[in-house]
């Protein structure tokens, strides 16, 4: 009896147990589709941060990344986005990625060493040959400077101003599709110049557009280039090397110009 009794008793809890589990799941497999997709958005998100957050600390901060304007810009910039047809999750990689065309965004590390070495205090103006993918005009733009991006191959510099304007740098970055050699002089002088492409000589015209106490970072060399900065001071420029890179080739004119300096 006192055996029936408790298995009567077990059996109605389970009823009700099962009853309250149907009543919590019954929401969710209603309205479960947009319920789940925020939270799938929300942890995707969260996953890309940590990656970001991990980009900042072990190929940046290692490596004496200091500048905390940078290292904030580069926690905030969605760089996946920047990286077309790229897994998310592997845009924060330490390496650069193919954009299409032959063309690269440059690995993490270079672009924080190259908006380290510009130097720049707000507010800024910063003129960049080789918008590529845009990424590194975001990161600038990030860090409260007016940039100003000059690329040579159309398709690329469409897509960067389209991605650009959809993350919400629409108006501190301008672009432009064309040479860079002769800079943009209507917008000069500049407070940096980035050159993203690898230049046989440093461009005169580039030279001319800094102010004073301005610096032109740009990688010099064919195959194998150094990363150099060039300050200009009162009575000419100072050229520092820094280290030894691989970018792509800058095109066009400055193939055929003479020496700089
Ligand atoms: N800064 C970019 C990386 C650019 S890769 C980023 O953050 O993604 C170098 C870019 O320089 C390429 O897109 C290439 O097409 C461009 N380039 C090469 N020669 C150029 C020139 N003379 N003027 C402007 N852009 C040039």
Not at 99 to 106: A, K, L, M
Not at 116 to 138: F, H, K, N
Request: with cysteine; charged share 25%; net charge neutral.
């Amino acid at each position: 009896m006192h055996d029936i009794d408790l298995k009567a008793a077990l059996r109605r809890g389970l009823r009700t147990v099962s009853f309250s589990l149907f009543l919590l799941l019954l929401p969710l497999a209603c309205g479960g589709s947009a319920g789940g997709a925020d939270g799938e958005e929300k942890s995707k998100n969260d996953d890309l941060a940590s990656r970001r957050e991990a980009m900042i600390k072990m190929q940046l901060v290692a490596r004496g990344i200091r500048d905390e304007r940078v290292l904030d810009a580069m926690r905030t910039v969605p760089r996946h986005r920047f990286a077309p047809g790229l897994d998310a999750a592997r845009a924060y990689d330490d390496r650069p990625h193919s954009i299409g065309e032959g063309q690269t965004i440059s690995q993490p590390y270079i672009v924080a060493l190259m908006s380290e070495l510009a130097r720049v205090d707000r507010p800024c103006r910063v003129l960049e040959i080789g918008t590529g993918s845009g990424y590194q005009a975001a990161v600038l733009a990030e860090m409260g400077c007016d940039v100003y991006s000059i690329e040579l191959i159309e398709s690329l510099g469409i897509r960067a101003r389209r991605i650009l304007d959809a993350q919400g740098y629409g108006e501190r970055v301008q672009t432009r599709i064309g040479d860079g050699y002769a800079g943009w002089p209507e917008h000069a002088p500049f407070d940096a110049i980035l050159v993203t492409a690898a230049a046989p000589r440093v461009p005169q015209p580039l030279l001319d557009q800094l102010r004073v106490g301005a610096r032109l970072v740009i990688p010099v060399g064919d195959f194998r280039q150094n990363l150099e900065v060039h300050t200009r001071r009162e009575d000419g420029f100072e050229r520092e090397t820094m280290i030894g890179v691989r970018f792509v080739p800058m095109r066009g004119e400055v193939r055929e110009a003479p020496a700089g300096p």
